[in-house]
Nanobody
Framework: QVQLVESGGGLVQAGGSLRLSCAAS????????MGWFRQAPGKEREFVAA????????YYEDSVKDRFTISRDNAKNTLYLQMDSLKPEDTAVYFC???????????????WGQGTQVTVSS
């Protein structure tokens, strides 16, 4: 079992940057693919980015490509999401999640964090 705790959210102006972290408990973090998802008020949870167990493969939703970077440090059991050139439409609660496979669909992820709020002002 994996427990996930996100941090790093906050309020930032448009064009600014934030770095989200997701700390994982347990000794099997490195065996999981990881993903970042987000959910804005009144909207469904949507895929943002995914990374495979080793970090050698990543995938991004089109609207964040070239602005966001997903990475992981298996020695520290931590997943990251570097978010640059933030836009008001990036405002949402951001969740990290763990899966046994490299998936884009949220229902394929088994373990979830509690989420961290990101608000981008215009």
């Amino acid at each position: 079992q994996v427990q996930l705790v996100e941090s790093g959210g906050g309020l930032v102006q448009a064009g600014g940057s934030l770095r989200l972290s997701c700390a994982a408990s347990g000794r099997t973090f490195s065996s999981y693919a990881m993903g970042w998802f987000r959910q804005a008020p009144g909207k469904e949870r949507e895929f943002v980015a995914a990374i495979n167990w080793s970090g050698s493969r990543t995938y991004y939703e089109d609207s964040v490509k070239d602005r966001f970077t997903i990475s992981r440090d298996n020695a520290k059991n931590t997943l990251y999401l570097q978010m640059d050139s933030l836009k008001p439409e990036d405002t949402a609660v951001y969740f990290c999640a763990a899966s046994s496979g490299f998936w884009l669909r949220p229902d394929m992820y088994t373990y979830w964090g509690q989420g961290t709020q990101v608000t981008v002002s215009s």
